[in-house]
């Protein structure tokens, strides 16, 4: 199903090429090799990629061009710009033509791989064709043939057509953001970008910059202008995730962007008219949020012109069959293992399962039951096992986390204490952040990825936390 993603790399530098190629390939992608800006631009167009990397400056033709007539050729494929540091101007200019993200040089190797990750990560999404209900999928699909399924395949069908921005909503793991991508595909703009962002990875500030971009100088550190992702989806899809992360200050903005349908970067006056078609997706209780002031009403009034509320796992279990099918072959597929199959208890066992963390944890104890079995048709007993393992390390830690939350609660309720909340979340994420990055062996980008959170969020965790980062990695 999966074959390795291809990256194009245009660049005329032997000596750079030599090095990036031999680092991509460390990480598991094709690397083509143009030394042309013209000889880039036919192989881009021509060939399959699932990203493009380019100089600016090549013989045979700019790197501007090159993106503005790639871009135009092929909208959806990402193209990241690599630019000698004096040249940000440019490296503008390449994102306002349609670039996916530019790199200053020098650069961070780390840095690259990460833009490379994402921007990989975000031409399969665009690219991958979801079917909707299939029991022998091809490729990447939502499965299930349930009445609730079937009543949420009809609402995608519904919203797709037009431009009305859709409030996706379901308990974690309930497959929000497959539903997200189903409705991009099947929408007229399918041929034009499609922007994630999750709103929770990133502290404020940085999270309005993502989003509305900024001007030079808006704040200290700001060097350059940044385009944000809403200019960025111009014409496309925005699919706003965790929008319950939303902090007060960004939802008003978010809001107004919303209703005047323009947007104005950080520190800038300048208003930018952006036509993108909003989706947005969150696990949490947003009427209770917005009972507490946390969640503004007007913002959740305008998200939600048709919301789409995914049913939990154990309401659609009828449906468990397919899935384990289905998360069977994949599994196989990505860990290269031959056909298997699944005994018919075993299926059964798993059917009749509470799922809190739903679908995606079934994918989990799908997978890590095809681990255990080497080979032989799965039974029973290595699914329980399955099963168990996969909810060990919490039910483990359940019991020391209770006896710590009853003591935090003991001394709040004897006026010892103030904001237990907080203190939780900050003890949790010291503990958290400092076993990641010793397990990583200080390699802060790795870490990250691990913990799904940029590098940015990484160090300034670490630096809050006044843990000693490690050294940097070797570029
Ligand atoms: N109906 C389905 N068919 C096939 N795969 C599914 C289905 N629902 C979920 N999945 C898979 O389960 C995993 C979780 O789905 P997804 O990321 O869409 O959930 P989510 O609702 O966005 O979760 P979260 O709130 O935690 O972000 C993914 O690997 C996804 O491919
Ligand atoms: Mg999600």
């Given at each position: 199903?999966k074959?390795?993603?291809?990256?194009?790399l245009?660049?005329?530098?032997?000596?750079?090429?030599?090095?990036?190629?031999k680092?991509?390939?460390?990480?598991g992608?094709?690397?083509?090799?143009?030394?042309r800006?013209?000889?880039?631009l036919?192989?881009g167009?021509?060939?399959?990629?699932?990203?493009?990397?380019?100089?600016?400056?090549?013989?045979?033709?700019?790197?501007?061009?090159?993106?503005?007539?790639?871009?135009?050729?092929?909208?959806?494929?990402?193209?990241?710009?690599m630019?000698a540091?004096g040249?940000?101007?440019?490296?503008?200019?390449?994102?306002?033509?349609?670039?996916?993200?530019?790199?200053?040089?020098?650069?961070?190797?780390?840095?690259l791989?990460?833009l490379?990750?994402?921007?990989?990560?975000?031409?399969?999404?665009?690219?991958?064709?979801?079917?909707?209900?299939?029991a022998?999928?091809?490729?990447?699909?939502?499965i299930?043939?349930?009445?609730?399924?079937?009543?949420?395949?009809?609402?995608?069908?519904?919203?797709?057509?037009?431009s009305i921005?859709?409030?996706?909503?379901?308990?974690?793991?309930?497959?929000?953001?497959?539903?997200?991508r189903?409705?991009?595909?099947?929408?007229?703009?399918?041929?034009?970008?499609?922007?994630?962002?999750?709103?929770?990875?990133?502290?404020?500030?940085?999270?309005?910059?993502?989003?509305?971009?900024?001007?030079?100088?808006?704040?200290?550190?700001?060097?350059?202008?940044?385009?944000?992702?809403?200019?960025?989806?111009?014409?496309g899809?925005?699919?706003?995730?965790?929008?319950?992360?939303?902090?007060?200050?960004?939802?008003?903005k978010l809001l107004?962007?919303?209703?005047?349908?323009?947007?104005?970067?950080?520190g800038g006056?300048?208003?930018?008219?952006?036509?993108?078609?909003?989706?947005?997706?969150?696990?949490?209780?947003?009427?209770?949020?917005m009972?507490?002031?946390?969640?503004?009403?007007?913002?959740?009034?305008r998200l939600?012109?048709?919301?789409?509320?995914?049913?939990r796992?154990?309401?659609?279990?009828e449906?468990?069959?397919d899935?384990?099918r289905?998360?069977?072959?994949?599994?196989e597929?990505?860990?290269?293992?031959?056909?298997?199959?699944?005994?018919?208890?075993?299926?059964?066992?798993?059917r009749?399962?509470?799922?809190?963390?739903?679908v995606?944890?079934?994918?989990?104890?799908?997978?890590?039951?095809?681990?255990?079995?080497?080979?032989?048709?799965?039974?029973?007993?290595?699914?329980?096992?399955?099963?168990?393992?996969?909810?060990?390390p919490l039910?483990?830690?359940?019991?020391?986390?209770?006896?710590?939350?009853?003591?935090?609660?003991?001394?709040?309720?004897?006026?010892?204490?103030?904001?237990?909340?907080?203190?939780v979340?900050?003890?949790?994420?010291?503990?958290?952040?400092?076993?990641?990055?010793?397990?990583?062996?200080?390699?802060?980008?790795?870490?990250?990825?691990?913990?799904?959170?940029?590098?940015?969020t990484?160090?300034?965790?670490?630096?809050?936390?006044?843990?000693?980062?490690?050294?940097?990695?070797?570029?």
């Amino acid at each position: 199903m999966k074959t390795k993603p291809g990256i194009l790399l245009i660049e005329d530098d032997a000596g750079i090429v030599g090095g990036l190629k031999k680092e991509l390939q460390a990480e598991g992608y094709d690397v083509a090799i143009a030394t042309r800006g013209d000889e880039g631009l036919v192989q881009g167009q021509e060939q399959e990629f699932d990203a493009v990397i380019t100089d600016l400056r090549m013989p045979g033709l700019s790197g501007l061009e090159l993106v503005a007539q790639l871009h135009a050729a092929k909208p959806k494929l990402p193209i990241i710009m690599m630019t000698a540091f004096g040249t940000t101007e440019t490296a503008i200019e390449a994102t306002k033509l349609g670039a996916y993200d530019y790199l200053l040089k020098p650069f961070d190797m780390g840095e690259l791989l990460e833009l490379v990750a994402r921007a990989v990560a975000s031409s399969r999404l665009m690219s991958e064709p979801l079917e909707l209900g299939e029991a022998e999928p091809s490729q990447s699909a939502i499965i299930g043939n349930s009445r609730a399924m079937q009543a949420i395949y009809k609402e995608i069908g519904r919203v797709a057509a037009s431009s009305i921005t859709v409030l996706i909503r379901g308990e974690t793991g309930t497959g929000k953001e497959l539903v997200a991508r189903a409705i991009y595909q099947h929408s007229p703009r399918a041929g034009q970008p499609f922007i994630a962002v999750n709103c929770a990875a990133l502290p404020e500030p940085l999270l309005e910059s993502e989003l509305f971009g900024h001007e030079r100088g808006a704040f200290t550190g700001a060097h350059a202008r940044r385009i944000g992702r809403f200019e960025q989806a111009h014409h496309g899809t925005i699919f706003l995730d965790e929008i319950g992360d939303l902090s007060p200050s960004t939802q008003v903005k978010l809001l107004r962007v919303l209703q005047e349908k323009y947007i104005q970067r950080v520190g800038g006056n300048e208003r930018i008219p952006v036509d993108a078609r909003v989706l947005a997706a969150t696990h949490q209780d947003l009427e209770t949020a917005m009972q507490a002031r946390q969640f503004r009403e007007d913002l959740f009034y305008r998200l939600s012109g048709v919301t789409i509320t995914l049913p939990r796992l154990s309401q659609r279990a009828e449906d468990i069959p397919d899935l384990v099918r289905y998360f069977l072959r994949r599994s196989e597929a990505e860990l290269g293992l031959a056909p298997t199959t699944i005994l018919p208890e075993a299926v059964t066992f798993l059917r009749h399962q509470t799922w809190p963390g739903n679908v995606r944890e079934l994918e989990n104890v799908v997978r890590q039951s095809l681990l255990l079995t080497r080979g032989y048709p799965i039974s029973s007993e290595q699914v329980r096992l399955a099963y168990t393992r996969a909810r060990k390390p919490l039910a483990a830690a359940d019991q020391t986390l209770g006896a710590y939350f009853t003591e935090l609660l003991t001394q709040a309720r004897q006026g010892e204490l103030e904001n237990v909340h907080a203190r939780v979340i900050e003890d949790l994420e010291r503990e958290l952040f400092s076993r990641a990055i010793e397990l990583a062996k200080g390699n802060q980008a790795k870490a990250a990825r691990w913990l799904g959170v940029t590098r940015t969020t990484m160090r300034q965790k670490l630096l809050h936390f006044g843990l000693h980062p490690g050294p940097e990695p070797p570029t």
